[in-house]
Protein backbone atom coordinates (compact mmCIF):
# COMPACT_ATOMS: atom_id res chain seq x y z
CA UNK A 1 0.00 0.00 0.00
CA UNK A 2 1.73 3.34 -1.27
CA UNK A 3 1.88 5.80 1.42
CA UNK A 4 3.23 9.05 1.35
CA UNK A 5 3.62 10.97 4.24
CA UNK A 6 4.13 14.93 4.66
CA UNK A 7 6.26 16.97 7.30
CA UNK A 8 7.67 20.04 7.92
CA UNK A 9 5.06 22.54 7.46
CA UNK A 10 4.81 25.37 10.20
CA UNK A 11 4.13 29.20 10.90
CA UNK A 12 7.10 31.16 9.37
CA UNK A 13 7.34 35.18 8.93
CA UNK A 14 7.17 36.44 5.32
CA UNK A 15 10.80 36.18 4.03
CA UNK A 16 11.09 33.16 5.84
CA UNK A 17 12.39 29.61 4.80
CA UNK A 18 11.12 26.11 5.18
CA UNK A 19 11.62 22.67 4.01
CA UNK A 20 8.84 20.28 3.68
CA UNK A 21 9.35 16.73 3.26
CA UNK A 22 7.39 13.90 1.84
CA UNK A 23 8.26 10.24 2.72
CA UNK A 24 7.32 7.84 0.63
CA UNK A 25 6.93 3.95 0.92
CA UNK A 26 4.77 1.07 0.11
CA UNK A 27 6.77 0.45 -3.04
CA UNK A 28 9.60 1.55 -5.65
CA UNK A 29 8.73 5.13 -7.30
CA UNK A 30 11.02 4.41 -10.08
CA UNK A 31 9.63 5.19 -13.35
CA UNK A 32 7.13 7.39 -11.36
CA UNK A 33 6.83 11.01 -10.98
CA UNK A 34 6.63 12.75 -7.74
CA UNK A 35 4.56 16.53 -7.32
CA UNK A 36 4.00 19.36 -4.82
CA UNK A 37 0.71 20.96 -4.38
CA UNK A 38 -1.01 23.50 -2.47
CA UNK A 39 -4.71 24.55 -1.86
CA UNK A 40 -5.39 27.81 0.09
CA UNK A 41 -8.76 28.40 1.83
CA UNK A 42 -11.20 28.79 -0.67
CA UNK A 43 -9.25 28.05 -3.88
CA UNK A 44 -8.37 25.03 -6.19
CA UNK A 45 -5.48 23.19 -5.50
CA UNK A 46 -2.75 24.04 -7.75
CA UNK A 47 0.77 22.47 -8.73
CA UNK A 48 3.60 23.80 -7.21
CA UNK A 49 6.30 21.51 -8.53
CA UNK A 50 7.36 18.33 -9.48
CA UNK A 51 10.54 15.81 -9.90
CA UNK A 52 11.10 12.84 -11.98
CA UNK A 53 12.23 10.12 -9.62
CA UNK A 54 15.02 8.37 -11.89
CA UNK A 55 16.12 11.23 -13.58
CA UNK A 56 15.92 14.43 -11.52
CA UNK A 57 14.48 16.59 -13.61
CA UNK A 58 12.18 19.56 -12.23
CA UNK A 59 9.49 21.67 -12.95
CA UNK A 60 8.01 24.17 -10.98
CA UNK A 61 4.88 26.76 -11.34
CA UNK A 62 5.51 30.14 -12.41
CA UNK A 63 4.36 31.81 -8.60
CA UNK A 64 7.96 30.09 -7.33
CA UNK A 65 10.31 29.89 -9.54
CA UNK A 66 13.63 30.97 -8.37
CA UNK A 67 12.54 30.53 -4.13
CA UNK A 68 11.15 26.95 -4.08
CA UNK A 69 13.56 23.81 -4.88
CA UNK A 70 12.33 20.11 -5.10
CA UNK A 71 14.39 17.23 -4.60
CA UNK A 72 14.57 13.66 -3.71
CA UNK A 73 17.11 11.51 -2.13
CA UNK A 74 16.64 7.88 -3.66
CA UNK A 75 18.18 6.24 -0.50
CA UNK A 76 15.62 7.52 1.47
CA UNK A 77 12.29 7.33 -0.72
CA UNK A 78 11.91 11.07 0.28
CA UNK A 79 11.31 14.29 -1.42
CA UNK A 80 11.90 17.22 -0.46
CA UNK A 81 10.33 21.24 -1.25
CA UNK A 82 12.78 24.16 0.01
CA UNK A 83 11.06 26.94 0.64
CA UNK A 84 13.03 30.14 0.38
CA UNK A 85 12.23 33.87 0.40
CA UNK A 86 8.23 32.48 1.55
CA UNK A 87 5.17 34.96 0.48
CA UNK A 88 2.47 35.85 2.48
CA UNK A 89 0.35 34.33 -0.73
CA UNK A 90 2.38 31.03 -0.37
CA UNK A 91 0.12 29.94 2.49
CA UNK A 92 -1.62 26.80 2.02
CA UNK A 93 -1.70 23.29 2.79
CA UNK A 94 1.31 21.57 0.83
CA UNK A 95 0.16 18.16 -0.04
CA UNK A 96 2.74 15.25 -1.51
CA UNK A 97 1.72 13.32 -4.78
CA UNK A 98 2.88 10.22 -6.66
CA UNK A 99 2.06 9.79 -10.69
CA UNK A 100 2.81 6.33 -12.33
CA UNK A 101 4.36 7.87 -15.09
CA UNK A 102 7.02 9.70 -16.59
CA UNK A 103 5.45 12.34 -18.12
CA UNK A 104 5.14 15.14 -15.56
CA UNK A 105 1.83 16.73 -15.31
CA UNK A 106 0.40 19.76 -13.36
CA UNK A 107 -3.29 18.25 -13.22
CA UNK A 108 -3.62 17.23 -9.76
CA UNK A 109 -6.72 15.02 -11.17
CA UNK A 110 -3.91 12.82 -13.21
CA UNK A 111 -1.91 12.26 -9.84
CA UNK A 112 -2.54 8.39 -8.34
CA UNK A 113 -1.48 8.96 -4.58
CA UNK A 114 -1.97 12.04 -2.19
CA UNK A 115 -0.36 12.66 1.22
CA UNK A 116 -2.49 14.02 4.07
CA UNK A 117 -1.16 17.56 3.71
CA UNK A 118 0.83 20.14 5.72
CA UNK A 119 -0.20 23.54 6.63
CA UNK A 120 2.38 26.44 5.49
CA UNK A 121 1.28 29.78 7.03
CA UNK A 122 3.30 32.77 6.28
CA UNK A 123 2.64 35.83 8.47
CA UNK A 124 3.77 39.46 8.11
Known amino acids: QVQLVESGGGLVQAGGSLRLSCAAS????????MGWFRQAPGKEREFVAA????????YYADSVKGRFTISRDNAKNTVYLQMNSLKLEDTAVYYC?????????????????WGQGTQVTVSS
Open 97 to 113: AARRSVVVTTTPNEYDY
Open 26 to 33: GRTFSGYV
Open 51 to 58: IWWNGGST
